[in-house]
C-alpha cells in the first residue's frame, strides 16, 4: 500500500510534512478468471411400460399374415392378431406376448378310377396360439434406442389338424413354416415401432437446451442459477416395477450469482452420448457474493476513520480520518487519509495525508468474510515515508489494519444458499417442463476475484441435483 503525505513547514518546536505520492491506478481484471467445478445433474428418464404396451397394441393389430391360395400346397392360412398385446420388462429386455388366431382352409382331391368322378372337398378349421418374443435394449452414441428382438412359438398339447374324408392332415408342417418366415416380420416391426416411440434424443435435446435457461432465484437479490451443460452420459436402459428406466447424467458448470440475469448464448450441439454405469448427481455449485468496492469502502471506513492508533509508547500516534478501497490488479489497494505526529526531544513532528496500502484479498472461511494479508506500503508511499516520516514506515501500523479490514460475506451468501434451497424444495417448476430437486449439504471457499465492478467472492456448494423434464 501507498502513504502520501504533503507539504512540510517548521513552527517554533513543531513541524508538519505533507508527501505527495501517487494513488495506484484503480484497475482490475476485465473478467474473473473463475471457472466453477464440473457437476453432474440427474436427468431421470422413466417410460411406462403400460403406456408403451398400449401404443404397441395400436400400431400392431389386424391380419398379420395371409395367404388364401389352395393350389400350390392345397393349405390356406390366416394369421390375425386376437387380442390384446401384453408387455412386460426385465433388466434391459423387453417380453411381448401376442395372441393369435390361426384360420387354415385345407383341399382334399381324390380321383377313384378314370371313369369315376373326382372328388375335390376342402374343410377349414381355426385355432389360437400365442407367440412370445423379447428385445434386448441398448443405446447407441446418438441417443437412439438399439433393439434386437428375437422370438419363437409352441403349439399346446394338441396341433391342429383338418379331416377331409377318410385322411387327417396335420397343418402345423405347413403352418410353422410361415409363422417362421413371419416371425422375422414381426420383430423388425415391434423393433421398429420401439424405435420409433422411445424418442430418447428428443427427451435429451430438450432437457439439454432447457438447462441452459437461467433461473431467477430472488427478485430483491436478483439472483440466478446458471447451467452450462458439457458433456452427456446415460446410464443402460433397465425395467423395474412397471417402468422403463434410465439416468441421464448431464456434466454442466454450475453458477449463483447476485448481478442480474446473466447473457447466456444457447450451445444447441448435442454431444455424443457416453453410456455410464456409474452415474451419481453430485453438484458443485459456484455461489457468489459481490461486494461493490464503493460499499467496501464503506465497511473500511466504519472499522477505522476516526480511529487513533499510538505507537513507541505514547510517543507517536496516527488517526485515520478517511478510508477507501479500490482494486490494482490482483490487489486491493487501502487509502487512508491520516493525520499523526511524534515527538522526538523539544521537536513534535506532524504529517498529514494519503497513506497507500497495498494487500492480496482472501475468502476467510472461519468468519465468512474477505480479508486481506500480506499488506504492505505502496512503493511510492514507502519512498516518501523513508524519506519525511521513516517512524511511520517502521512501525507496526500496516499490521493492525490488516487486523482490521473484514468485508463480511456470510449473510450474503447465507440468503443465496436458501434462495437456492428453496428452489430445489419447491414443488413447483423452473421453466414449463422443468423441475429442480435437491439438496445442498455445505459450503467450502473457492477464491477471491476482483472485478471492475467489486470484490467477487466465490464459494463452492456441494449437494445433490435432480432435474425433471416431464412435459414435453
Known sequence: MAALLSGYTLQSCSSTSKLNAEAPAATALAAPLYKPQLSSIAVPVSISIAALESRLNQEVAGVLYKDDNLSDDNVAVTVTKSGRMSVRAEGDKIYFSVPLHIYAKGR??????????????????????????????????????????????????TKPVLTLGPLKIGLARFVEPALRQQMGTLSKQLDKELQQHLDM??????AWLLLQEPVKLDDALNAWLTVVP????????????????????????ITVSTEGKPQVQLNRNLPKLLVDKRLADDIQVGLTATVPYAHAS???????????????DGKSQLTVKDAAITPSGEQLVLMLDVDGKTKAGLFTKKIVGKVYLRGTPYYDAETASIRVRDVDYDLDTKDKLLNTASWLAKNKFVGMIQQQVNIPVQQQLNDTRKLLQATLDRQGRVHESLLLRGNIQHLTPENIYLTPEGIKAVVNAKGTLTATVDKL
Request: negative net charge; hydrophobic residues 30%; contains cysteine.
Open 201 to 206: 434424443k428428443k427427451y435429451v435435446t430438450d
Open 108 to 157: 382334399w382331391k381324390w380321383d377313384p378310377c378314370k371313369l369315376c368322378p373326382a372328388i375335390d372337398k376342402t374343410e377349414d378349421t381355426s385355432f389360437d396360439m400365442v407367440i412370445k418374443t423379447e428385445s434386448k435394449l441398448g443405446l447407441t452414441d446418438d441417443y437412439r434406442i438399439s433393439t434386437v428382438t428375437s422370438g419363437d412359438f409352441a403349439w399346446g398339447n
Open 298 to 312: 464503506k465497511l473500511l471506513q466504519g472499522q477505522v476513520a476516526n480511529q487513533t492508533y499510538t505507537f513507541d
Open 230 to 253: 458439457q458433456e452427456v452420459r446415460m446410464a443402460p436402459l433397465q425395467a423395474k416395477d412397471g417402468t422403463l428406466s434410465t439416468r441421464l447424467g448431464i456434466t454442466s458448470y
